[in-house]
């Protein structure tokens, strides 16, 4: 049977202090009975969403073109010369 030590009393105590600052939740106290302060960064807007879709995009594009390249390509060797009059 695999043991769980997070469900034994205590294990919390048993961290470094600098562990238990760095992952104490905001309402959690500290071992002199002061609250624990989490630094918490302000959420920010990201926008990787709009440069991974521009790359998609741009790729798509970039098929796009290559698809009509070796068509046109495909065209002028199957239709040959034109006969001149």
């Known amino acids: ?3 769980d030590e997070r469900n ?3 294990w919390w105590d048993d961290l470094p ?3 238990r600052e760095r992952f104490a939740l905001p309402g959690d ?3 002199a009975g002061e609250a ?4 918490e960064a302000p959420p920010r807007r ?3 969403w709009l440069r991974d879709s521009s790359l ?3 790729l798509m594009l970039a098929v796009a073109l290559a698809n ?3 068509l046109l390509l495909v065209f002028a060797l199957v239709d040959g010369p034109v006969p001149s009059r």
């Not at 624990?36 to 630094?39: D, E, F, G, L």
């Open 68 to 70: 009509l390249f070796f």
């Open 8 to 10: 034994e009393p205590g």
């Open 46 to 48: 990201s926008l990787a």
């Open 29 to 31: 106290r500290g071992e």
């Open 1 to 3: 049977m695999v043991r």
């Open 17 to 19: 202090p600098r562990i």
């Open 56 to 58: 998609f995009a741009v």
């Open 36 to 39: 624990v302060a989490v630094a």
